[in-house]
């Protein structure tokens, strides 16, 4: 079981249980929904975007695709959904029976509404009012909105982004959240607008715009409505370098608390984000794939992990790998990884032969004795002990003098 005192972390203002909060989208769509993983064990939940009554959404359907592996593990998944369905006045009175019913969870309110800063305004106050613990500014959507002048369309602009952060931020008392997209060129001067427009924290990322197949059958792209498809929302397994490279881009640019979100499925994947400067982080994909229940693996993995470390918290750790990443110039070039085989437990499947043969340098053979590594035509790349099945290849690092012998 977790230890609650040893996986309670800060974000911002707010000491949370642990720091898994559900990300806006489908798990959140209802207020019984949000009951249900807070019962389940979630620190916190960010409310489907709300939008203004007058700002019509239809969604169609399907709507969603993934892209699996053989034994259906997902590696990838696209949506073209828009935002909340709930009216305003929905969303204000379960907000406040939300913020006594648990008094101890997080509870905010993403948000999106039309060009006017005036409508960002009236919606925050309201959404204020009815008792959130902050406000999630949604300028990230990929699809659907940007066609409208919103979501992306706003985030990838830094003038907007400050604009309208600054708009909210003069009329509301409640922390700001200001939830970035990663289709852009460089994120820093977006993230460096937001805080400008006064917000007190960062979210990043929201999906990556996709096309995630084509059906092979009919050449209709995937998610088919009638034959048709747009540009979706790409999330899940396959986005966590992505969503990792820019939470950590942020971190090392300033102090403001970031929630990292993307690809996040297990703890592990949590503790890397927070590793790379995330103080929390938000999960969605992962849930609709096999539910709230996972909030006890991730809670148990990241308190035994830290438990085996002798750490006292999330806190301690956060921000612990951006010292280390630094520019591809600075990198040693003395340092070797010299890849060493496990003859024992090597299969001599023959993986590892091909893969050097074919996009390697040519330096592994079999033998009756089994794999062999010729260290002169070896280059070191590791590509052979990314291969194996088994795992019967490691690198083991040394460091070379200036005239490439070992030392």
Known sequence: MASESRIRTTLGPFTLENPFILASGPPTATADQIRHAFDAGWAGAVIKTIRPDEMVITDVSPRFSAWKDRDSTLLGFENIELLSKKSVSYWLIEISK??????????IASIMAGADPAEWQDLALKIQSAGAHAIELNFSCPHGMPERGLGAAIGQQADLVRELTTHVKKITTIPLIV??????????PIAQAAIKGGTDMISAINTIQCLIGIDLDTFFPIPSVGGYSTYGGYSGPAVKPVGLRVVSQIAQAGSTPVIGIGGISSWNDATEYILAGASAVQVCSAVMWRGYGIIRELTTGLSEYLEEKGLSGPDVIRGKALSQITSHETLNRNIRGVP???QDTCTKCGTCVISCRDGGYQAIRMTNKGVAIDQERCDNCSLCSLVCPSKSITMISIRMDRQGAKS
Do not use: M
């Open 98 to 107: 939300l913020r006594r019913e648990f008094p101890d969870k997080l509870l």
């Open 179 to 188: 939830k970035l997209t990663p289709n852009v060129t460089d994120i820093i």
């Open 340 to 342: 060493f085989v496990n």
